[in-house]
């Protein structure tokens, strides 16, 4: 990573943690009362502001193809391809509710960061750990069914390219232990935000590429079995 050529962004997402002290205390209130829809409604205002700033500093322009496809309400399971670190940034400030990720654990040495990451009900997932890893998807399949909403990338790493890498398998067990909606979405180009050249770089356009959501609690058993094949080949086909 080129540590010069992008300070400026670093230190401008540093400051901007700082105009959220507000949100922080909302999401921490309504969390310990365990007043959940407050906590989704402060969360998502805070996904919109935090997101809003990121994209006006660089510029970004989203495409948002088939809106109609996006849900109004949560929970919803989003799966998706994985080209950049920007790609959380279109879904913070596309989607119509609050939404968490499934992190990968490395990014738990960035402290405020991480924080943050949990705050709005993501989980940390360890590689190569089955049983951590089983925990994981039990812990993101019950938040789920408490109606908050979750985005997977299942190719499990970055593909700093318009290619796409095999879905992990049983990627989606998450979402069909909590028999959940999910909504297959294609990012394009997210990976010239950064990948490319190792540079951020201002004045981009991606799409976000919303295809049509399936509720797998209607799914039969065989269609379960194949879920996994079918919504990486609509994603795929977003490409």
């Known amino acids: ?7 400026g962004l670093f230190s401008f997402v540093a400051a ?16 310990k009362d365990g007043n959940k829809e407050e906590e989704r409604k402060a969360i998502y205002e805070a996904e919109k502001y935090w997101s809003n700033k990121i994209k ?3 510029n970004l322009e989203i495409n948002v193809i088939n809106p109609e496809n996006l849900p109004k309400d949560g929970p919803a399971v989003y799966v998706a391809n994985h080209q950049s670190y920007a790609d959380v940034i279109p879904f913070l400030a596309v989607a119509k509710h609050q939404v968490g990720f499934i992190a990968k654990d490395s990014l738990e040495k960035f402290p405020v960061f991480a924080d943050w990451v949990l705050r709005i009900r993501s989980l940390f997932i360890k590689r190569g750990d089955a049983r951590t890893s089983l925990g994981t998807i039990n812990e993101g399949a019950n938040m789920i069914k408490e109606g908050y909403s979750l985005v997977i990338f299942p190719e499990g790493t970055r593909s700093h390219s318009s290619k796409m890498a095999d879905f992990k398998p049983g990627a989606l067990k998450l979402a069909t232990k909590a028999k959940a909606v999910i909504v297959p979405v294609t990012l394009r180009d997210t990976y010239k935000l950064f990948e490319e050249t190792g540079i951020v770089k201002k004045n981009r356009k991606i799409d976000f590429v919303v295809h049509e959501p399936i509720d797998t609690s209607k799914l039969d058993r065989k269609e379960l079995a194949e879920l996994g094949e079918r919504v990486e080949n609509i994603v795929r086909s977003g490409l």
């Open 56 to 58: 006006d500093y660089l």
């Open 1 to 7: 990573m080129k540590i010069l050529g992008n300070i």
């Open 16 to 31: 901007s943690f700082f105009g959220l002290g507000d949100y922080k205390r909302r999401i921490d209130k309504a969390a």
